[in-house]
């Protein structure tokens, strides 16, 4: 099976766009990550389908990652609030107060989390080579893709696996930096040779975004490609490190956690929206998923 690499002038382009001291600083947290995968602490996805607000604090010997996709409102980083719209990428470094009060700016914004453990000398917290905030910066197909990437193989390793922390890091290496590297870094790899296999695969996920209650099976979302259920599974695995069937479960997941963190939902009616004969198997489903009941994750959500 043929995998696509990425881009060999993606090193030399991204040496342009930074200094020595922030390639090391980079550098040396994926080596730590490497070796104790156990330090990618959480990753975290969800829909945003109201107002989401949390007060401003910080975290030591932690840095964190949060995109926030198609969202609008206010971001606390820098001693300060800053009004966001469209894209926005935060990292909060250790001891770093950060905050947020967003709302969705369609039905399709979505909040993406990373947080990884640190220690004080680690050059990623003297450096800090990341921007504390990018608005609005533009192209973010690829690194969104990767970061849902991250998110499955998260959900389903039981415990810090090489696939995932290389996933981890690329996705990394995709957060944007400064605004011409958010422009021509991903537009490098967006335009990277992409097989019509792939491209019908990834487009194949909308059919499983269209109905989380319902997910379509492999052999319809075969046909659907016009590939076996054979080759359409093993190229699926291949681009997002699952089957589709735990992709499928994943994102009826995802969305029955950011449906609990809108509290105008009763319970019953995320159940039914999801397709769920009643709230005990419901209930059931998603604690054997997630280690706790619908009513604990909404009482205590802990996505950051």
Request: proline letters at 7%; glycine letters at 2%; hydrophobic letters at 35%.
């Amino acid at each position: 099976m043929k995998k696509q690499p990425i881009p060999n002038n993606l090193a030399a382009s991204l040496s342009k766009l930074s200094s020595p001291s922030d390639e090391r600083s980079i550098r040396d947290l994926f080596s730590q990550l490497f070796i104790s995968p156990s330090k990618l602490i959480q990753t975290f996805s969800y829909e945003l389908n109201n107002t989401v607000e949390f007060t401003p604090h910080k975290h030591s010997n932690q840095i964190q990652f949060d995109l926030f996709d198609n969202c609008v409102g206010e971001i606390y980083i820098e001693d300060k609030w800053h009004p966001i719209t469209g894209s926005t990428a935060m990292v909060a470094y250790p001891g770093s107060m950060h905050g947020y009060k967003i709302s969705p700016k369609n039905k399709h914004s979505y909040v993406y989390h990373i947080k990884i453990q640190t220690q004080k000398h680690w050059p990623v917290c003297k450096y800090k080579p990341w921007p504390e905030i990018i608005v609005d910066f533009g192209k973010k197909e690829t690194l969104i893709s990767t970061l849902k990437s991250v998110m499955n193989l998260s959900f389903f390793s039981k415990e810090k696996s090489i696939p995932l922390v290389l996933r981890l890091c690329e996705s990394l290496y995709l957060w944007p930096r400064t605004d011409t590297y958010s422009t021509s870094i991903l537009d490098i790899i967006a335009t990277a040779d992409q097989d019509s296999t792939d491209r019908r695969i990834i487009k194949s996920l909308e059919l499983i975004e269209r109905s989380p209650s319902l997910p379509p099976t492999q052999e319809e979302l075969a046909q659907a490609c016009h590939l076996s259920p054979r080759h359409f599974a093993r190229r699926f695995r291949a681009l997002l490190g699952c089957t589709p069937h735990e992709y499928a479960t994943a994102r009826r997941l995802q969305k029955a956690s950011s449906m609990l963190l809108d509290d105008r939902l009763k319970i019953y009616q995320i159940a039914e929206a999801l397709g769920f004969s009643s709230v005990g198997v419901f209930s059931r489903w998603f604690t054997s998923h997630t280690g706790q009941s619908p009513t604990n994750f909404r009482n205590h959500p802990n996505i950051i």
